[in-house]
């Protein structure tokens, strides 16, 4: 089966594809608004990520710190990947016919969408934990299955990427 971008939807974003096009500018600017934001957010999900694994707890008061760590920093990674998906919202729309038939691109959705849940399951991990009297071996167990989940999820985007500016 071949993939038909509707005609309607072509109409919609011609005026953008086209200023895209024309504008070395326009692309250098989404470009970087969308890659800046991944190495930002991504950067700091993955240091925490790897700071959720090596949280000691016999050290009194670690646990407490990483968490309020946590919280602080998913505003940040949040609205990294909000403006990552704008801009490439803004990249899909400058070229329908290459990424709305290219199965990379779909699967890269796929993983943003699972990443996306994947924060939310930690967000709500770190909310019952920093709870008290709610401490619970098996939340911290699930915490850093979290961290894991989020580390091959940013790396498996990554190479979702790279991937669709080279097979799309």
């Known amino acids: 089966m071949i993939f038909e971008t509707p005609a309607a939807l072509a109409h919609l974003v011609a005026p953008w594809a086209k200023y895209y ?12 608004l ?16 790897r700071a959720s694994l090596r949280v000691p707890h016999d050290v009194p008061g670690e646990r407490e710190r990483h968490l309020e760590e946590l919280g602080s920093v998913h505003s940040l990674v949040i609205g990294a990947l909000a403006l990552s998906f704008i801009s490439g919202l803004l990249l899909m729309a400058a070229d329908l016919d290459t990424f ?30 920093c709870q008290p009297g709610n401490e619970r071996e098996d939340q911290w167990h ?17 190479l979702a990427g790279v991937m669709l500016t080279n097979v799309a």
Not at 41 to 47: E, Q
Not at 102 to 123: D, E, I, P, Q, Y
């Open 21 to 32: 096009s024309d504008s070395k500018v326009a692309e250098t600017i989404v470009t970087f």
């Open 34 to 49: 969308h890659i800046a934001p991944l190495v930002v957010g991504g950067g700091l999900a993955i240091a925490l990520d």
């Open 100 to 129: 709305l038939p290219s199965w990379v691109f779909w699967v890269k959705m796929a993983l943003v969408a699972a990443l996306l849940v994947n924060g939310a399951v930690m967000r709500g991990l770190e909310r019952r934990l």
């Open 142 to 158: 699930r915490l850093r299955g979290t961290a894991k989940t989020s580390l091959v999820l940013w790396l498996a985007i990554t």
